[in-house]
């Protein structure tokens, strides 16, 4: 099977997203979740610019510039949602009021430790943002990216080499080659990318994986690649 | 006499911003921008700012207008990257050295105005422990977590962009318009508030999202 | 499955609390108390609570019910002082040593459970520097003035009163009815909101005052 | 003259209390300045629970059990009020956006000490209240109170003999007797009531005095005694 494209690895963890949880969606990427959220469960989208139960993106007609989120895309508002000033946003990011955030990644180590905010390009000036705070304070951490760099390189690894968001606060990594879980043990893989074998997805890592006992198959439907 | 916050224009507004003044700016992911003040800042023409702002660089804020006539010593924000592969003005100034730079964890930078505003002059945050963004800084352990000691952020003038306001200054906001104009009205001295309307009667109880007591000036946006 | 955070009484809402657990109450000024959790705690007979409360004497609150049950090991207040001048349950048991109890500022109170609910471990306050009540704690200076370092304050459950909600557990709140409940909400693992009535439709994005985000546990009060 | 009663040193402060000022007035007499705010002037009165614009008392048939003021009172909302929570009622308070504070007092010291929180009732629990959150961040803090206590000691001192609210905080003070500023050289005296002798005034105070060179009368019309 092919490695999942970006929008398939939105679908996989989407449907790990559980009725009720209050969950946050990295700018990007990450933000495609809320698209594929398994029918009937019901949960409340965080944006950290405020928008606490964000919808989908609104249609060209419904379109409202001040009706935006994090990620400056005009959305709606989700019934029973309301909208919060910044300081107060973050005030329930870091108080951990939020359950799981998705993120998007550069590189993830074995014990935890997430690199996604500087990509060093030379001169340009540094994006933070709001990594730093839902990389520390939420209930749990998942990332999404893919398993390698353009260049081939690991992304999961035994140390970061890029600078950190936070330590040690990576739970879960969804790849397009593999779902992962972060262990006090190190990385623990559940699903593995159909026709991939142990050892290849293990050469395609920069640190040991373990796999679990009932590990099984990653699969996604087919789903045209929207980033 | 009657309280009443309005002023005639977004000039006359910022027509006593002093040289050096630090001037906070609301807006975030789109909405919220005081861009009418902003232009008016520029206009006034007052150097050597310090303008504290969530992003340095987004295209539908007019800060970086400040930035580009060369009123900006100095800026405090979560993001100041440009979008483009090239360098926008800010990104080149900051490479030759002619602007300062203090880029925070964004709800470490709210925090910040939040506390600037209540009277906190420092408090412990996890955001950015163990980061390449807070070395240096004073950390502490509470409950067997690492914390950093962040100290607040005030302002001479916050450029705050609202909904709705009354004489009294109360303001309501629209939407993802919010984010960081209640916590940087908090913060300033000073507060201007650019609303698309004023109203005759007072803003119902129930519906004010900033108190007037925070607010000294308003403009309507549009209006200058 | 939808989110629905109603239960069906005070009595269910209440039966997890365990022995010892720490409880927030809101309420000030006469509004805003959560009196049908209150003694629904009462009947529930969970022993060697912390009970924190802006007031542990105040005659329309039902806090006093939990204290002449017995139920109370710790007080953390605001105001401690009954208003007759024969000592209340509380004071005796105050006198006698039977009672623990910490009084803060009301100010840094509200400031310490707002830490709690916002990720914030510890933070400085001017209020009661240099005065008998906060002798022993660690003081430090910032820009020539001097503070007091305070921890944040948060709890098992938290008891709130408010006016409307929805099955999101969203909430409003009347008038002084609000005090110290959006604080308190945001301060305990778990909440439970005592309102006049859950509106079957959601309440308006813009009369929102506390997200439902913070709150577990919706009863209608007086439906017990 | 009579010296002033207690309705008659509020109806004294209220004089000046300047339009457009953000005014906490304490429990008990303090706030009975608001029903003596001079004709025309607008100003914003704040209550600690949260009340920003908060009006007269209410009517028997208009009073709402809950729209009461922090000490219990069932008010009204003046025109442009609103209310919000404790926790950001006190962020109000402490970061200085309150411009005058009226508070009752045991002590006021010739260096701005102010006691006003604990009269040491034996067994009785403490009471602290706003007072120390008031005292250490409104712009200027104003203290009404009896000049002598009901045994005939003094309450404005050299120092303090009850505990502190906040050191160094109080900018004047109003008496039954006197109308006294605190500053850098201690006491100064711009009022005194008619008939009262400096000396005498002295006489009853427990700290040295200064009187300005214009020094004035104190006057008030009759006003009952409402406390």
Redesign the interface.
Known sequence: MQPLNRTQIAWRAAQDLQDGMVVNLGIGMPVHCSDYIPAGRELVIQ?????IGAGPEATAEAA?????????R?IT?APGGT?????W???M??GGHIDVTVLGAFEVAANGDLANW?SR?P???????????LA??AKSVWVMMEHNTRSGGPRLLDACTL?????GCVKRVYTDLAVIEVTPEGFLVHEVLEGLSHAALQARSGATLRFAPDCGVLRAPDLTDED | ???DKRVASAAAAVADVADGARVMISG?????FANDLVLALRDRGARGLTIIV?S???P?SFTHTLIEAGLVAHVIC?????RGKG??V???L??DGKIG?E??????F??C?????????????????????TRGKET?R??G?D?VLE?AIQADVALVRA?MA???G?L????????????MA??ARLTIAEVRVVQET??A????EL????VQRLVVAGGA
């Open positions: 944006s950290e610019n405020g928008v409202d510039a001040d009706l935006v989120d994090a990620g400056s005009r508002i909208v919060i000033d910044s300081a946003s973050f005030a990011i870091r500087d390009i001169d340009k000036g540094p994006l933070v943002g709001g990594a730093m705070d520390a304070s600078p950190l968001t936070a330590p | 006499m009657a309280i975030f992911g789109g909405a919220g969530n340095a660089t987004h539908l979560s993001a100041a990257r440009g360098l926008s800010f990104e080149q900051y490479k730079l880029v925070l964890p964004q709800g470490t709210a925090e105005i939040r506390a600037g505003g209540a009277g906190i002059p420092a408090f412990y945050t996890p955001s950015g422990y163990g980061t390449d963004l502490r509470f409950g977590r914390y100290e909904d009354d004489r009294f109360n309501t906001f629209r939407h993802a318009q919010k984010n960081f104009g209640p916590a908090t913060a007072p803003i109880p129930e519906r004010v108190p007037g007591v925070y």
